[in-house]
């Protein structure tokens, strides 16, 4: 199940996940998996205050002339496998870099063993064109953090993304 909640300036997102805590945060967090599912961009972290936090194009996206960093940020706060802090600028087209960076808050939380709940807080003050585009509602641009969010459950309950 996943719910959505949007504002004028947040999005929350939540997905309820059969996997534990730890295996969704290495979903998140770990090259080798967050390629794996969504747009099939890898997003690497440094896991510390003050770390770096970017997302590379995948070779379909540079050759739609896509720069080769297409989104990145800073970690603000980071828990494992708990909660992940994190500013969050997409560089998708000229006015949307123009927006401010924008937040994102990740909360992993184990209900029972085997069972994640996955909250994500998408603050998005200032930055309208974002908030369209995260949210799915712009018609070239995919379906944003449900879709990324629902390929996510997919591959960690199924061990497939739903494109394959």
Known sequence: MTTTTKSETAQVFRVYIKADRQKVWDAITDPEWNVRYG????SEYDL???GAYRVLASAEMMAHGASEVIIDGEVI?????ARLVQTWHASFTPEMTAEPPTRLTWELDEQQPGLTV???THELDGAPLT???VAG????A???WSWILSDLKTLLETGSPMGA
């Not at 706060?77 to 496998?81: I, K, T």
């Not at 509602?137 to 070239?140: G, H, V």
């Open 142 to 144: 995919g379906g944003g």
């Open 39 to 42: 747009y099939q961009a890898v």
């Open 131 to 133: 908030a369209v585009t």
């Open 77 to 81: 706060e980071s828990d494992p496998p």
């Open 118 to 120: 996955l909250t994500l």
């Open 137 to 140: 509602e712009s018609p070239d």
């Open 48 to 50: 510390k205050p003050g």
